[in-house]
């Protein structure tokens, strides 16, 4: 086996430095041991069990994986120069511990099957614990909903505020977010339910592989139904980065409200010291870093997956080295999904809601002016009509410098609602007005967070 | 009312023009009259039958509504420069129409939710269409399958013959890509079976409004849970941007590869005249034009699901105007579908398969490679030594300039293969050699393609 | 001539319908029909100049396109259900007028070299309508800073008041920042210098054509350099849609702002009517809309930008039908540009800033901390331990619910401030402590003031 | 200072672990350490010479920061826990060497205008850097073409044989390309010219700093004219990023290229061992790794800079922690391009070009079609009726399963071109007959050659 090359018999010389560097994988997939070994050994013990190789090389093999298992776990492991990926490290690692045994490992294999296999194996993992990281932010809100069934906030939309409603209902709107994200994590683990071993470089391989044994030892559903489909998709990938892409979007507009609601213009929340940063210059600044990471992570999110998309796009079957760039846009999301989570999930259990501003702001009299138009529906005028002209009064309002509330006579008249009797207006009168299923009455927004409370539980 | 303004109460001046060009949606969302009018209409009986409305002003609204479906349909329809969405447009040509009645359309509604309501619908019911579209590729992936069982071709990796694989396990490979696109797009269906009317701007609606029995009539399943999360996600938009760039990238590799097939390289294929292009100056040429485009076409549809993915990054709730953004790439990509699916299905149904080019190519001698070092691996060798010993083997074939077929005593001697017998190496021997469950051999790929017939079957 | 099929000699059938509607592109690139007519007139006086056609047929040929650029620029031209392109179109038409003279046009030229002359040419006429448009709002942005040289706001770092700055200051800003856009813009146009009329389909052609005169007749520098390069290359219009997809961010900060500006919580803008927009159900809404597209519409950009690279990744030269797709993303770019840059202006021009709002967030005590910590490092006080006592100071003034401006000896005390000398603090000073080149004082923001006037100017 | 926070006072607790993970940049930002020391070397020396601290605590910080730079050469430097990005190590760790010295290194400086002046000083370096590797690829680029004036290999057009081009002329297509890119690399470092130093967290600063010194010490032509837009501005990221992505289109399509060329179908090139791969599994594979791996890094340079457009778009000014993304994105690429470049130039300077086969292929009859079709042109026919005799008789001669070159008269009496006098045709004739500037003919390739050195030299 020549220096630098594990499979050497077809070469004449040796890999260019320049080739080896940008050629390498290692520094991305060297995380993948873990299921290297196990996919290793269970293709080995099947080797034996099929008479492939004898039962003992299959146990020298076993013995030498455990070590190895053992070597990477313990950070022992010494990597060479020479080795291109973890596969072809753990192979000659193997070699040098059992010699011939070790050689016999890759038979009826390649690392085609090989690395997808691991790489499924991985993102399974992952997705369970994704899952409960998920879980956790979703019982941070739910926490905040039940302590905030009371507390009125302004609803917005075009930046401005809106429409009082319920904190509890607005904690909730991501709640179903996540809810959504949930199911289609759900659907990426299903999308790793079929396992690649034994589709060998494209065509499948020339021995009597037990196909169904290796993928349920490897906790998989199956075995993959076309060799060749099993060793150039790329979608279990793509699907787990269009969750994580579609999660980030979600975190991130929890980000941006978040740094709006910490700001010295709503100061609807006190961030606690634990999720806060300084300033290195303004002694006084309380900076909502974890937030404004939440918010500016999702375009790092796409970008992962438009990168794998365009990787795969026009990419003829079956395997082809471009496909080793999954995994810098795999890894890259999954370990920006598990540093966000947490963050967020702990940015939102401490945040303190000053409820007071909240109501202030929820309480402006302008934010009851669908409610007036209602009032005036509901007395028999077209919508359109009652539209109308409580904008006018708004307008006149607002001219003299006026909130709606206090509209007299005169700002009355001016908007054609002279004789109008027009009703008390307040946010909670307002809120309660909304009584419709989803919409952010109390009764109703206490049927939403049960069934938001059976939905988390289900995660 | 004044023009250019349908709610104009608030206001003292007219749009500029410069707004009203970059605030329009109009020649965008004119395509959802249909569901627009539908929406309306279910609506406004509702109205009537809650008694929110009277029973003739709702006979008046439906009235007019058909009449403004009929002018529609017909081309009839006059938009006016004012006309900022296909919403303003019908209400204000409902009112020319019923006067009044008009003017009580939308009490308890919202373009928030109006609009994602519309939009859901007309997604649903493009969904719909499409998966008969995939059904239709799948149809004619399989009729090729079933012709080219025994038609074998070069499997490629790196760019390069590795294996001679059957034709018909090569066609059913797409089989497998479409299937999980058919999944997905399922997914898309059931991401959108929550109807948001009702939610209105953001907090619900302050009439007693039956939103299960509007939702049932629009073909929802239920109406949605949290009336803040309906107006502003956007996610099922995003689940069919993602269903279509998957399903782009899988169009896109096949396109490739016909471009490849079709080329003087290969000549594998003969295009049919209907599904080729000229060249402008050169006469000889027949370009394939169309599996070009089908290449082409991956990068535009991740193009429109990134564009989306950045409109949301950072958005706060609820509704905001950039919303408004979202129509554009998902029309664009439900068209470039559409454009796509039929067009590879046609110039898959029509290509010629040259089967003797494809023959002499997987019957290049390199290509049992493997199968000699499998030979030796049962006589006893580890796999790495067969390996090396088979790529000298090749290296020493390659710098004589034979084929490993014609390896002789000399080749074999310097490749230390010298007392080894060499079996016959052919392509036919080669796969039939890979029989096992979703390898190339003829029994596996004959399960495959009845799964796979099931699987169609069931689009 | 074949019906539907311009260049019909090679084939026996007829395109398919399904294969038409992928493959024409007439729809996207008839709106280059005044540089198609403009290229194709001076491409044949050439040939009739060098003697490779007849006077005659030059002057029939000039004519008829004549006449063909009167009935599109009066919407008379009839297309046909079989024109693919803008280019197949003229040509036919050409024909029909002028019969064999017109089957002359093509001699010596090719599509691939003909699209690309045309879209440079396209590109660079909106290029100098773009840099007017460009000017415009640096004279915008240019009058709002001399208008509001003395008013003061607060500017903000991590979504929260950090430091008083002026108006003026804050809006210079974004003038550098277009001063970018017009260099990058500049840098389109030298990329649009060459012709590749004369590269013919990729090789040249075969005509002792006068490649210079064309080139300085349609405005270019010179001919290009490499007939291979001319037809494959899309580079000019990824540095316009590069160019785009900045400005795009810029507009879309800005509009960011504005949004801010006009919330409820800082009021510091009030948007003219002609630039917001009503709420269809809530009366008292005036919406940024402007402000939230341009905000909106840089993901668009950044979309459009991203699908030509992806397109352009990994295809072979020299022309590819794939390139076809290059005018969606080009055109799509152009327009929402011009759509942008106006509206902005308009916003920006018609903007009313609310000058005592500004002030009153600017004195806010706590923007000054950082003024009392260089007080204290003029002092003799190590910046860091500055920085330390004013934050626990800070936080003193805070748990009291006191502003900074009011700490007394207990908060002081409670610092370790207890004996230090604490001055005036004003946004005010704040501001003028700030003198030096590119800081917010007075004198500093004059003279930035005036290199801005000059950079504009040159515009 | 407390644990765990260099500035503190503000603060009564620790940060969350969570949050710590979230919000720490050092594992990114601490290649910056070069920077980050010679700008604070530089400040220090400055505040010390303008009297704003002493000069004895300048030369203790001098001492200081020579010494850190040193550990963190040596690899000495002992990063601690609470390390969160450079900035903070180098200031903790001088503090730890020099006490209340190291306490004034952050005197009239934020970290805001610290880190974009480190950013823009590491850009300009590794853009000196890049330059010498486009011109190392020029020049290899340049000496095949010089090699290979002589050869010819077809053009293709649509994946096709289209034209016999030389391969001179075809290699130099790629100078050409890589010609814009040093360009574009220009303008980058243009774009680094300002140096941000002096702007402070977002107004300047409030001592009397000499930022003119500062800026010619550390290498820029000056300082900048606006501290709110020098703090917010990412641009000459987004300059670098987009020439990353031009960069690399231009070499995905040369990988692209490499790959065919290396293919069965083709052999027009045999790839040195240094540059090529073995299979895991197949002993005859010789994969072209690099080239794929040039041909798939364009859509990771791509979601590059579509990831900091997705960053900063909707930002409102000025710093906002989501700008620590910039360096994930910008590093990324810096890797990506300093891999690629080196690695391509390799492959391109060990490539065997095999001659023979690309002359035969460049010798097929059809090629010359377009030359029959100028012939006739020549002898007076219209060029679309010649285009369509032309085509007709290639039909014909298909049919008949001949050449071009071999057609008789009854495939030109077919074609209507029975009484023509067919002109010799071969691939030589065709090239030299494309004697126009940027054409294929010797003399015109040779003109070329002599421009593209004297390009390349310029680099």
Chains 1, 2, 3, 4 share one sequence.
Request: aromatic content about 6%; proline content about 3%.
């Amino acid at each position: 086996m020549s220096d630098g090359r594990l499979w050497g018999g077809r070469f004449a010389d040796e890999s260019a430095e320049a080739f080896h560097r940008l050629n390498a994988s290692l520094a991305v997939d060297r995380r993948l041991w873990p299921q290297d070994v196990a996919a290793s050994r269970a293709h080995a013990r099947m080797l034996g069990e099929q008479g492939i190789i004898s039962a003992d090389d299959a146990r020298q093999i076993d013995g030498g994986l455990q070590r190895i298992a053992a070597e990477l776990e313990a950070g022992d492991f010494a990597f060479l120069p020479g080795d291109e990926d973890i596969h072809t490290a753990v192979e000659r690692r193997l070699t040098e511990l059992v010699g011939d045994s070790g050689r016999r490992l890759h038979t009826a294999r390649s690392r085609n099957d090989q690395i997808v296999t691991d790489t499924l194996m991985y993102l399974r993992e992952r997705a369970a614990l994704q899952a409960g990281m998920l879980r956790e932010l979703g019982e941070v809100l739910l926490r905040g909903a039940e302590a905030h069934l009371d507390t009125l906030l302004p609803g917005y939309t075009h930046g401005q505020r809106a429409q009082p409603v319920r904190l509890a209902h607005h904690l909730l709107a991501y709640v179903w977010m996540l809810g959504r994200d949930r199911r289609r994590l759900a659907n990426v683990v299903s999308a790793c339910e079929e396992c690649p071993l034994g589709s060998g470089a494209l065509a499948g391989v020339g021995f009597p592989v037990d196909r169904h044994a290796v993928a349920h030892e490897l906790g998989f559903a199956r075995p993959s139904a076309n060799s060749i489909d099993a060793v150039s998709s790329r979608d279990a990938l793509l699907d787990y980065l269009s969750f994580a892409a579609q999660l980030g979007v979600h975190l991130s507009r929890l980000g941006a409200e978040v740094v709006i609601w910490a700001g010295d213009e709503t100061r609807f929340v006190t961030l606690d010291d634990a999720y806060a940063s300084g300033s290195s210059m303004l002694p006084h600044k309380k900076n909502p870093d974890a937030a404004e990471l939440a918010r500016a992570k999702a375009p790092r999110l796409a970008a992962d997956l438009g990168g794998l998309l365009g990787v795969l796009a026009g990419l003829p079957l079956a395997y082809n080295k471009d496909l080793q760039e999954d995994k810098v846009f795999l890894f890259d999301a999954v370990d920006t999904v598990e540093l966000l989570l947490p963050a967020v999930a702990g940015t939102m259990a401490t945040l303190q809601f000053r409820v007071a501003e909240m109501a202030a702001a929820a309480g402006e009299g302008a934010l009851a002016a669908i409610d007036l138009a209602d009032h005036l529906v509901r007395e028999g005028w077209p919508f359109r009509r009652a539209h109308e002209a409580v904008g006018a009064l708004v307008r006149a309002c607002e001219e003299r410098g006026i909130s709606l509330a206090d509209a007299g006579p005169s700002e009355l008249g001016a908007a054609g609602l002279g004789d109008v009797s027009v009703p008390q207006l307040s946010a909670e009168g307002s809120v309660e007005a909304k009584a419709v299923p989803g919409g952010t009455a109390r009764a109703q927004v206490l049927d939403q967070l049960e069934a938001a409370r059976a939905l988390v539980a289900s995660w």
